[in-house]
T-cell receptor
Framework: EPEVTQTPSHQVTQMGQEVILRCVPISNHLYFYWYRQILGQKVEFLVSFYNNEISEKSEIFDDQFSVERPDGSNFTLKIRSTKLEDSAMYFC?????????????FGPGTRLTVL | AQRVTQPEKLLSVFKGAPVELKCNYSYSGSPELFWYVQYSRQRLQLLLRHISRESIKGFTADLNKGETSFHLKKPFAQEEDSAMYYCALGEGSNYKLTFGKGTLLTVNP
């Protein structure tokens, strides 16, 4: 069964550095999402992406964040200048359809640690 | 305002006992509700969704619009059901998921 993959599994970076988190969604999926989960807190929506553009973003997704689908397979989340509070588990998800609500399949996550 | 509330952070039952994980939501339109499960060291995966009205691994959940609830139930818990359970609401044109804080279910032998 196809799965969403994410790399790296763990990223450690210094505050102020740029990080790129990578995701390979399931191949015939059209909708892509990033979520994050700060330790001990709930999973929070960051951004959704469809047809090569952002379709919705949360308040968390400020100018420091960007997403890209550079080729036909990868979906990346870039944090331009990391802050301590960006330390979290970042999950990528994809679905075949947006509406009616289709199942979102999640990747295993990337644990980002900002020192 | 919290849109999805899971009042129990932890729930512990014995094997064979019934289990109910509570979820309440706040949404003005027709809600699309899901239960996701995360077993130890595994990814989040869909357990069930209200629109399909199916039973997965013995779990069922009924949408009660009057009580704005979508509680997850299983009549006889198994040890392998021990996991983190998240209730989620699908919102917006792309049905972004708004999650509750999750309930950690432990089924004791």
């Amino acid at each position: 069964e196809p799965e969403v993959t994410q790399t790296p599994s763990h990223q450690v970076t210094q505050m102020g550095q740029e990080v790129i988190l990578r995701c390979v969604p399931i191949s015939n999926h059209l909708y892509f999402y990033w979520y994050r989960q700060i330790l001990g807190q709930k999973v929070e929506f960051l951004v959704s992406f469809y047809n090569n553009e952002i379709s919705e973003k949360s308040e968390i997704f400020d100018d420091q964040f960007s997403v890209e689908r550079p080729d036909g397979s990868n979906f990346t989340l870039k944090i331009r200048s990391t802050k301590l509070e960006d330390s979290a588990m970042y999950f990528c998800a994809s679905s075949r359809l947006g509406a009616p609500p289709d199942t979102q399949y999640f990747g295993p996550g990337t644990r980002l640690t900002v020192l | 305002a919290q849109r999805v509330t899971q009042p129990e952070k932890l729930l512990s039952v014995f094997k064979g006992a019934p289990v109910e994980l509570k979820c309440n939501y706040s949404y003005s339109g027709s809600p699309e509700l899901f239960w996701y499960v995360q077993y130890s060291r595994q990814r989040l995966q869909l357990l069930l969704r209200h629109i399909s009205r199916e039973s997965i691994k013995g779990f069922t959940a009924d949408l009660n619009k009057g009580e704005t609830s979508f509680h997850l139930k299983k009549p006889f818990a198994q040890e392998e059901d021990s996991a983190m359970y998240y209730c989620a609401l699908g919102e917006g044109s792309n049905y972004k998921l708004t999650f509750g804080k999750g309930t950690l279910l432990t089924v004791n032998p």
